[in-house]
Every structure is written in structure tokens, then in C-alpha cells.
């Protein structure tokens, strides 16, 4: 690639002069000597001006500074530069020699002379290139064009862009002096213009560069707030896991299960000796008798506590959709499965799952019962892996197994499985010295949720309620009193109140006479009183925590039953 001319250069031409001068010719002498004048003017202007161009930075002034100097040195009427971008030619500089811009350029220039130089890197001139359309292209005549002077912008990499120069009424306004200088000047040009957008390329870059960083910064300031945030959302969510698991036991826990009676004792102890082992629990019982509720107790109160308790009816689901239920099933099993949906044993992973009515399934679904049982793996519905989950099983049927078996409608082997530990739920008819507890249980749940004061029975009231004996157990019981609560006056239920919104038969009194039956419940409530005051030592205060009553019914009960 050719330099810059430098003041060595201009020595050689002057002693090339002085020879000519000297050998004599004074003719062609002068011509000589005004043709090296020129060329010297040349290369001094083109030294001066590749000062200039090296020295600007800002692509679009260095364009248009090229576009200057090759118009003006030329005597051009008009000058392009075009840029090579990819496949295409970008029009950057379209410009009269008087400096004013060109409009729609590319409707201006023989664009076939533009590529033919861009392609091959060789100059082209023509004195008249409407003689020549031909071979220039049918744009040129079409433009009436007549000196037409383009060189390529080259660097080492290639063809960069051309010069483009043209005069539409001169022929032969180029020369091969203009020819020369504006390819060593296009030479100049070029390394300049590469370097330009170098430059700006670099400094676009580390444009982009600062943006991202401050970009990055200030999504790391957010990110970290929002961090931040979440952490403390984290905690208050942690803690409210907390209190809402606390509640849960609470109100799952054996405090849900009211009952003092010596048969709800030895409930106690044996929810005690089971809550914390895994072996199945069969809870049995009349309808609602409380075994969802016993198998409530038995998860919150156990190790399993932290874990999800998962609770089915089998007798309210039909049986072509409790396996599904159950083992779960993936998308496209059966119709209508749209899409994959758990089971309740993987539901209850690590926790508890219970199973009401269990006496009500087919066979077919006891089978597959079993093999889950004792196995430990689930396979879903139209699934073709087994996975295992550790799940503690608990069941409750209001139906004697023994008798479904004999009946042949239950498998043996699975009311073996089923039957590790059996609780028998006593009806409440066995249990009637805990209606009153139950009763005011209730009185004080509605109370709480309400907000209203909490009411209770006159002792006429109480008596009907203990000497019923509940078929519906403590779900009738619960039922009747929220009815007493909600359509009752008052605070205090007298047994016109109670005759005039109950639907209670209150003809029969119960077996031994009413006498008989309320005497029996106040020596067991009288004796109860005298026990639980003597283990906390008279402390009436403890006494009232432990029978879970206020401290003015404890007062009352004390003087009714004259206990010091």
C-alpha cells in the first residue's frame, strides 16, 4: 500500500526537473515542468490533507471532508462515496461541488460502475461515457453522463467503499494526473475511514458496555431489594406456617375430642400409645361418633404432624373414579383426563392419609388397595412406573368388618392389613355424663365465631338433652344446639325455649326414670369436680384450665354441688 508523499518525495521531483531543464527542449521542457508542478502541487495537498484526515475521528465529517478535497482537486462537478454494507452499496456522501447534498443519489450515479469497481478494486475513467454505455452500463447514457472518475476505498482487508466523480457536460474533465492522485488519495482515505469507524465502533461498544453496567447495577440494587423483601416475606410466611400449624394441632389435637367420661379416658390413653407409631389404625364407630375427628387428633398429635393430612369418603365417590382418586392418573388415561393429576397417596407423602367408610369399596378396589398396602408403591392410572411413598394409613367404617368378611363383600387379608390398632368410638348414649361438657363446648365454639355471648341451658334443658339418647351421636347433638343458639332468646334456654324451636321427641323419658338419671349424672359430675380439685391442691384457678371452664361456672358448679 502506498504512503503518504513527505518532503523527500518533493526533493526527487525537483532534481528530476532540474535535469530536464538542463538537457535542453525548452517546448516540451515547460510542458514537462508545469506536469511535475502539478503533480507536486498534488502531493503536497494530498500530504496535507491525509494530516487532516488521520486526525478526525467522526466517520460522518471524515466522508465528508474526503468528498471536499476530491471534488475541489478534481474540479468535479458532482462527488459520491459509497460504502460496501454486506451485499449492498450504502450511498454515505452525495454532494454538488458548490456543497449542496444530493437527493435520492442512488438515482444519480451508474450504479453498474459503482459495483464493477467495488468488485474488482480497479479504477475506472471514462472522457465520455455515453460513447462508452455499452460497456459502463445503459444507466450512463440514460443519465446523459460524460466524465465519470470512480476509485475504490481499499485497506489490506478489501474493497471498503468507492469514490465516485462525475461531470455531466465536460468531456475528458479527468486526467490521468486526477486519476493517480485520487488513488493514492482514495489509498489515504480509506485507512482513515477504516480506522473512524474503528474508533466508533469502540467507543459504541463501550457505550453499551457502561449502559449494561449501569443497567446490571441497578438490577442488582433491585435484585437485592427484592432479596430483601422476600427474606422478610420469608420469615413472616415462616412464621405464620408456624402459628397456623400450632393452630392446626390445636384444633386437630385432642382438645377438639370432648369427653370426660371413664370410657373418653381410656380413648386418651390409647391415642397416646399410637399417635407416634406408623402402624395402621382402623377407627370404628356409629355415625358420628367423631372418627374423622379421632384420626384428626392421631396425625396433628404424632411425629407426622408436619406432614399433610389428607382425609376421603370411598362411600361418596363412585368406584370406576376412586382408584383414580386415590393412585392419581396421567394425561390421556381415560376420557375426560386432560391432563396428569396427583393421587392421594402421593398428596399424603409423609403424612397421614384416612379413609372414611372404607367398608363401602368393592372388591376389585380391595385388591388394589392391598397390593399398595404391601408393596408401598403407587402406580398411577395409565401410568408405567410404580413410585413409592410413605403414607400412614388410617380407616374407619361404621360397618363390622368381621360381618362384611363373612358376607363375602370384604377380603380378609386386607381387614387384617387394615386392623394393626382398633378404636371403638363409643356412641354417645354410652357416654351421656359427657353431654353437658359437649354442650357447652359447642355453646362456647358458636360464641367465638359470632362474637355474640355465649349462652346455656337451664338445668330442665340439660336434663332433656342428657336423657336423649342422640342416634346421630355428637353430629345430632352439635346440630340441635346451634339451632338452640341461633332461633333461642337470651343468653339462658329455658325448656320453653328449648320445646318451642327443637325438633326433639321429648315424650319417653330414658331407661331408670329421670330421677334416676339425673341423680347418676351429678354424683359423676360431683365426683369428677372432687378429683380434679384434689390433684391441683384447691387451686381453683389451675382446676378451672384442666376442665376447661371458666372459673365463674367452676364457682357455680362448686356451690351447686356444696364442694369447699
Not at 36 to 54: A, F, Q, W, Y
Not at 222 to 246: F, H, N, S
Not at 280 to 299: D, Q
Request: aromatic share 4%; proline share 2%.
Amino acid at each position: 500500500m502506498k504512503k503518504a508523499p513527505g518532503p523527500d518525495d518533493f526533493e526527487a521531483l525537483s532534481d528530476s526537473m532540474r535535469r530536464i531543464s538542463e538537457a535542453g527542449g525548452a517546448g516540451e521542457a515547460l510542458r514537462e515542468v508545469e506536469r511535475l508542478r502539478v503533480e507536486i502541487e498534488g502531493l503536497r495537498r494530498l500530504h496535507e490533507i491525509s494530516k487532516t484526515l488521520n486526525s478526525e475521528l467522526k466517520v460522518e465529517t471524515l466522508l465528508r471532508r474526503i468528498m471536499d478535497a476530491a471534488i475541489d482537486f478534481t474540479r468535479a462537478e458532482r462527488g459520491f462515496i459509497i460504502l460496501v454494507e454486506g451485499q449492498t452499496l450504502e450511498f454515505k456522501i452525495a454532494r454538488q461541488s458548490g456543497g449542496e447534498s444530493l437527493d435520492e443519489p442512488q438515482f444519480e450515479v451508474s450504479r453498474s460502475v459503482a459495483v464493477q469497481v467495488a468488485d474488482s478494486g480497479a479504477p475506472y475513467l471514462a472522457d465520455d461515457a455515453s460513447a462508452e454505455a455499452s460497456s459502463a452500463g445503459g444507466s450512463v447514457q440514460k443519465l446523459a453522463l460524460r466524465s465519470v472518475l470512480c476509485v475504490p476505498l481499499r485497506i489490506r482487508q478489501g474493497t471498503v467503499g468507492v469514490v465516485y466523480l462525475d461531470n455531466r457536460s465536460r468531456i475528458g474533465a479527468f486526467t490521468e494526473s486526477d486519476r493517480r492522485w485520487l488513488e493514492m488519495f482514495a489509498e489515504q482515505a480509506a485507512i482513515a475511514v477504516h480506522n473512524a469507524r474503528l474508533i466508533e465502533e469502540n467507543l459504541r461498544q463501550r457505550e453499551e458496555l457502561a449502559v449494561s453496567k449501569r443497567t446490571a447495577e441497578q438490577l442488582n440494587e433491585l435484585l437485592q431489594e427484592k432479596v430483601e423483601i422476600q427474606g422478610i416475606e420469608l420469615v413472616e410466611v415462616r412464621r405464620d406456617l408456624q402459628e397456623r400449624q400450632k393452630l392446626l394441632e390445636v384444633r386437630n389435637g385432642y382438645d377438639r375430642i370432648v369427653g370426660r367420661s371413664p370410657r373418653m379416658q381410656q380413648l386418651y390413653d390409647l391415642l397416646d400409645r399410637v399417635k407416634d407409631a406408623d402402624i395402621p389404625v382402623l377407627v370404628l364407630g356409629e355415625s358420628g361418633t367423631g372418627k374423622e375427628l379421632v384420626a384428626r387428633a392421631i396425625h396433628f398429635s404424632g411425629k407426622r404432624k408436619g406432614g399433610r393430612f389428607v382425609s376421603e369418603n370411598c362411600a361418596a365417590i363412585p368406584d370406576s373414579l376412586l382408584e383414580s382418586e386415590l393412585f392419581g392418573h396421567v394425561k390421556g388415561a381415560f376420557t375426560g383426563a386432560v391432563e396428569k393429576q396427583k393421587g392421594l397417596f402421593e398428596q399424603a407423602d409423609k403424612g397421614t392419609l384416612f379413609l372414611d367408610e372404607v367398608g363401602n369399596t368393592s372388591l376389585d378396589m380391595q385388591k388394589k388397595l392391598l397390593r399398595v398396602l404391601e408393596t408401598g408403591e403407587v402406580r398411577s392410572v395409565g401410568g408405567d412406573r410404580a413410585r413409592r411413598h410413605e403414607v400412614r394409613i388410617i380407616t374407619a367404617t361404621n360397618h363390622a368388618l368381621d360381618d362384611l368378611v363373612k358376607a363375602g363383600t370384604f377380603r380378609e387379608d386386607l381387614m387384617y392389613r387394615l386392623k394393626g390398632v382398633v378404636i371403638q368410638l363409643p356412641p354417645l348414649r354410652q357416654r351421656r355424663e359427657d353431654i353437658p361438657h359437649l354442650v357447652e363446648h359447642f355453646f362456647q365454639d358458636i360464641s367465638d365465631r359470632t362474637g355474640e355471648p355465649r349462652k346455656r341451658c337451664d338445668d330442665d334443658v340439660m336434663q332433656v338433652l342428657v336423657r336423649h339418647d342422640w342416634p346421630g351421636n355428637v353430629r345430632e347433638l352439635r346440630t340441635e344446639v346451634e339451632k338452640i343458639a341461633v332461633l333461642c332468646h337470651g343468653e339462658l334456654i329455658t325448656r320453653t325455649d328449648f320445646e318451642q324451636v327443637t325438633g326433639l321427641d321429648l315424650r319417653h323419658p330414658a331407661v331408670g326414670g329421670k330421677s334416676a338419671l339425673v341423680e347418676s349424672v351429678r354424683e359423676t359430675e360431683r365426683a369428677h369436680l372432687r378429683r380434679t380439685l384434689a390433684a391441683c391442691q384447691g387451686n381453683r384457678d389451675t382446676a378451672a384450665k384442666v376442665l376447661g371452664i371458666s372459673r365463674a361456672t367452676l364457682f357455680r358448679k362448686m356451690k351447686k354441688h356444696r364442694l369447699k
